[in-house]
């Protein structure tokens, strides 16, 4: 097959039984739909097998998390591309057209995303991927649409393509050849990041990633993990340092470790000061052990992506800076 639309479910079963029906209608005729289940202990197989007998079912034995439920997924997938979409998405007619069209004639690009918006206010971009992600210089990622928290109205102010340095796992159509020759998500993420590491590593092999907004969809986000849940921070925090140190190069790598040792600790404290959250002030302390713990097991791997093409993959200024100290809050006012 061309295209295989492959939505990871975990006990998501009133998003599907929402959202899956608007994938059905407005995808059937380009691709296959496929949910491949992470040991769901809810009715969502019952639902798919009920309502929704089409759709292929890949299932899981355990709960593998986002990065490794993919990849053993996608292993039973025989596509040249995979779209992969989150069961909290709403599609929209044509949606897969200009992604499939824009892969179809750029040999050179490995992945693409559509603009993603906010199914709650429709006007806006959505946290998840907006028109597309980057990197600052100090490793903290952001989007066009998105920087921190703050969330722009989508004027049409992004709608073009543009190259990006990585694509929302929310909503990204990849080459399985690319996925693959990357060796695919780092299973040990288990979810939170595994998408940039992922589009990092392509840039690396001098692969290109794009967001193309002629194509969007609707995002919910927080499905399975809110934003409020401590949980998401340790992974955030772990994760971001494990693919720093994995991806930077050399030059880049103990200047962008300290200023991240200072402002991760300055974060974690800030929580416990301001916010009086000592759950996602122990999340930090722990992501920070853990990656330290675990850094060792990376070396061999870094030492592998220092040998690939070294494209400058981050942004030449820092967002923390702009946003805080110089009140900018949008992609297009960040310098």
Same mark, same amino acid.
């Given at each position: 097959?061309?295209?295989?639309?492959?939505?990871?479910?975990?006990?998501?079963?009133?998003?599907?039984? +929402?959202?899956?029906?608007?994938?059905?209608?407005?995808?059937? #005729?380009?691709?296959?739909?496929?949910?491949? /289940?992470?040991?769901?202990?809810?009715? $969502?197989?019952?639902?798919? @097998?009920?309502?929704?007998?089409?759709?292929?079912?890949?299932?899981?034995?355990?709960?593998?998390?986002?990065?490794?439920?993919?990849?053993?997924?996608?292993?039973?997938? /025989?596509?040249?591309?995979?779209?992969?979409?989150?069961?909290?998405?709403?599609?929209?007619?044509?949606? =897969?057209?200009?992604?499939?069209?824009? *892969?179809?004639?750029?040999? /050179?690009?490995?992945?693409? +995303?559509?603009?993603?918006? $906010?199914?709650?206010?429709?006007?806006?971009?959505?946290?998840?991927? %907006?028109?597309?992600?980057?990197?600052?210089?100090?490793?903290?990622?952001?989007?066009?649409?998105?920087?921190?928290?703050?969330?722009? +109205?989508? /004027?049409? +102010?992004?709608?073009?393509?543009?190259?990006?340095?990585?694509?929302?796992? %929310?909503? *990204?159509?990849?080459?399985?050849?690319?996925?693959?020759?990357?060796?695919?998500?780092?299973? @040990?993420?288990? %979810?939170?990041?595994?998408?940039?590491?992922?589009?990092? @590593? =392509?840039?690396? *092999?001098?692969?290109?990633?794009?967001?193309?907004? #002629?194509?969007?969809?609707?995002?919910?986000?927080?499905?399975?993990?809110?934003?409020?849940? $401590?949980?998401?921070?340790?992974?955030?925090?772990?994760?971001?340092?494990?693919?720093?140190? !994995?991806?930077?190069?050399?030059?880049?790598?103990?200047?962008?470790?300290?200023?991240?040792?200072?402002?991760?600790?300055? %974060?974690?404290?800030?929580?416990?000061?301001?916010? @009086?959250?000592?759950?996602?002030?122990?999340?930090?302390? !722990?992501?920070?052990? #853990?990656?330290?713990?675990?850094?060792? #097991?990376?070396?061999?791997?870094?030492?592998?992506?220092?040998?690939?093409?070294?494209?400058?993959?981050?942004?030449?200024?820092?967002?923390?800076?702009?946003?805080? =100290?110089?009140?900018?809050?949008?992609?297009?006012?960040?310098?």
């Amino acid at each position: 097959m061309k295209v295989a639309i492959v939505i990871l479910n975990w006990n998501g079963q009133a998003m599907l039984a +929402q959202y899956l029906p608007t994938v059905l209608e407005y995808s059937s #005729d380009e691709a296959t739909v496929i949910v491949a /289940d992470n040991a769901s202990t809810d009715e $969502s197989l019952t639902l798919l @097998r009920t309502h929704f007998p089409m759709v292929r079912i890949i299932g899981l034995d355990d709960n593998y998390g986002f990065a490794e439920g993919y990849n053993r997924a996608l292993k039973e997938v /025989d596509a040249e591309y995979y779209l992969l979409l989150n069961s909290d998405v709403e599609v929209t007619h044509h949606w =897969l057209t200009p992604l499939i069209e824009h *892969m179809d004639a750029h040999p /050179d690009c490995a992945a693409c +995303q559509p603009k993603l918006l $906010s199914i709650t206010n429709r006007d806006m971009f959505e946290y998840a991927g %907006a028109a597309g992600g980057f990197i600052d210089k100090l490793g903290y990622p952001f989007c066009r649409g998105r920087v921190f928290d703050t969330i722009e +109205q989508d /004027d049409g +102010q992004y709608n073009y393509p543009m190259e990006v340095h990585w694509a929302t796992g %929310a909503c *990204m159509l990849i080459r399985a050849e690319d996925y693959w020759k990357t060796g695919g998500f780092d299973g @040990r993420f288990f %979810a939170h990041s595994e998408e940039i590491d992922l589009c990092w @590593r =392509l840039r690396l *092999m001098g692969r290109k990633i794009y967001c193309i907004p #002629d194509s969007y969809v609707y995002h919910l986000g927080g499905g399975t993990l809110p934003k409020t849940n $401590s949980k998401k921070t340790y992974l955030n925090f772990r994760n971001n340092l494990t693919m720093l140190y !994995k991806n930077l190069p050399e030059n880049r790598l103990k200047t962008v470790m300290r200023w991240r040792w200072f402002l991760d600790y300055l %974060a974690a404290f800030q929580t416990l000061v301001v916010n @009086r959250n000592w759950a996602d002030f122990c999340a930090i302390f !722990k992501a920070r052990h #853990d990656f330290q713990n675990w850094k060792a #097991d990376y070396k061999q791997e870094r030492e592998r992506l220092k040998s690939l093409t070294d494209i400058p993959p981050l942004a030449d200024y820092s967002i923390l800076y702009n946003y805080y =100290l110089k009140g900018k809050r949008t992609f297009d006012s960040m310098e």
